[in-house]
């Protein structure tokens, strides 16, 4: 469906830059004010980051649950399950290491929410004409 001819930025750049950490609207480094917050704009072209105060941020938390059960919980089970650790210090092992992972990935996980939702809505992008009115029938 390609209903949107004016589009500068495509899905495919959307996700790069996103996956990466970086403004779907720009590409540039701009997200983020600490390790925990996103900037209220980006600091390179002044896009509006503040729909993560009610959905941006509430997302990172099941990413992080899925992402720490991958990369920790089934590694921890399986070397417990095979005797190569005992029970309490998987469970030990397995609660630092979510922790750590999931204050580790958390700005990617912000950006990846951000991006999840410009994927779905590319033209909510301000390069994507989200503040322009509709001017299609200008042909
Ligand atoms: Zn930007």
Not at 40 to 55: H, I, P, Q, V
Not at 90 to 114: C, D, E
Not at 118 to 132: D, I
Request: with cysteine; glycine share 8%.
């Amino acid at each position: 469906m390609p209903s949107n001819d004016s589009a500068d930025v495509s899905r495919e750049e959307i996700i790069a830059r996103s996956l990466t950490g970086r403004c779907p609207n720009c590409g540039c480094f701009g997200l983020f004010k600490s390790w925990f917050k996103l900037n209220k704009t980006c600091r390179d072209c002044g896009m509006s980051l503040e729909k993560e105060e009610s959905g941006f941020y509430f997302g990172t938390t099941s990413i992080g649950y899925v992402v720490s059960i991958i990369v920790v919980l089934i590694p921890i089970c399986l070397l417990v399950v095979n005797k190569a650790l005992s029970v309490w210090t998987g469970v030990a092992l397995a609660i630092l290491g979510s922790v750590l992972l999931t204050m580790l990935i958390y700005p990617l996980m912000l950006s990846w929410i951000i991006m999840s939702y410009y994927v779905l809505f590319p033209n909510q992008l301000p390069r994507n004409g989200s503040t322009k009115p509709n001017d299609a029938q200008s042909e």
